[in-house]
C-alpha cells in the first residue's frame, strides 16, 4: 500500500508537466526553434561574430542542427525512463533540425564557397569530414519528406525502420564536427556522447 501511495507522489510532478505540455501548441515549438536563426541574422548585421563572420555562422547553423537532433532522439528515452510525453513536438524538432543542417550546407555553398562547384567537389571527395556531412545530410534528407501523416500511413513498419536511420545521421554529424575542429575538443565529444547515450537508452528501455 505504501509503495503504491510513494508511486503515486512521484508520478504527481510528471503528471504537471505532461499537462502543461499538452497545452504548448506545436507551432510554439517552430517559433522558439527559429529565434536562433534569427538571433544568428542580427548578430550578422551588427558585426557581432567575430573575425570570421562565415565560419562562424556556418557552425553555429551545424551546432543547431546537432542539438535538435538531440533534442528529437531524447524524445522517446524520456518517455519511456521518466513519463515525460513530448512525442507530440518530436516531428517538429526533426524538422528543425532538418532545416538548420541545411541552411549549415547552404552558408557554406554560397558564402563560403561562392558557388564553386567544382571545387566543392573535389573537396567533398578529398576532405572526410566533408563526405561525412554530406552522408549525413543524405540520410536526413528522406526522414524530412516523409516526416508526415500519409507517408505514416503509406510507409506502414517501414516508416520507423526507415526513420531509426537518424542515430546514424546524427552520429555523421558528431564525427563531422569532431573532425572540423581537428583537435580533441570535449564539445564535439560531448555530443557524440550525448547520442551514443540516447541510443543505449533507446535499446534498453525500462519495463514500465
Known amino acids: 500500500m505504501q509503495s503504491s501511495i510513494d508511486g503515486l507522489r512521484r508520478s504527481e510532478p510528471v503528471a504537471w508537466v505532461n499537462a502543461q505540455v499538452r497545452r504548448l501548441p506545436v507551432w510554439a515549438v517552430y517559433l522558439l526553434g527559429a529565434l536562433p536563426a534569427a538571433w544568428i541574422v542580427w548578430l550578422t548585421l551588427t558585426g557581432g561574430l567575430g573575425v570570421d563572420p562565415v565560419k562562424e555562422i556556418e557552425h553555429r547553423l551545424g551546432k543547431l542542427g546537432l542539438q535538435f537532433l538531440l533534442g528529437g532522439l531524447a524524445v522517446t528515452p524520456l518517455r519511456a525512463w521518466a513519463g515525460v510525453n513530448l512525442l507530440r513536438f518530436r516531428r517538429a524538432l526533426g524538422l528543425l533540425a532538418f532545416w538548420y543542417v541545411l541552411a549549415h550546407l547552404f552558408a557554406w555553398v554560397t558564402i563560403d564557397m561562392g558557388l564553386l562547384w567544382g571545387q566543392m567537389g573535389r573537396d567533398i571527395l578529398k576532405r572526410p569530414y566533408i563526405t561525412i556531412g554530406m552522408a549525413a545530410l543524405v540520410l ?59 541510443l543505449a537508452l533507446r535499446l534498453g528501455p525500462p519495463k514500465r
Open 140 to 198: 536526413l534528407l528522406p526522414l524530412a519528406v516523409t516526416s508526415n501523416s500519409w507517408s505514416i500511413r503509406r510507409l506502414g513498419p517501414r516508416w520507423r525502420q526507415l526513420h531509426r536511420l537518424v542515430y546514424v545521421a546524427a552520429a555523421l554529424g558528431a564525427i563531422h564536427f569532431i573532425m572540423l575542429v581537428r583537435t580533441w575538443q570535449p564539445e564535439p565529444l560531448l555530443y557524440l556522447a550525448g547520442i551514443l547515450a540516447l
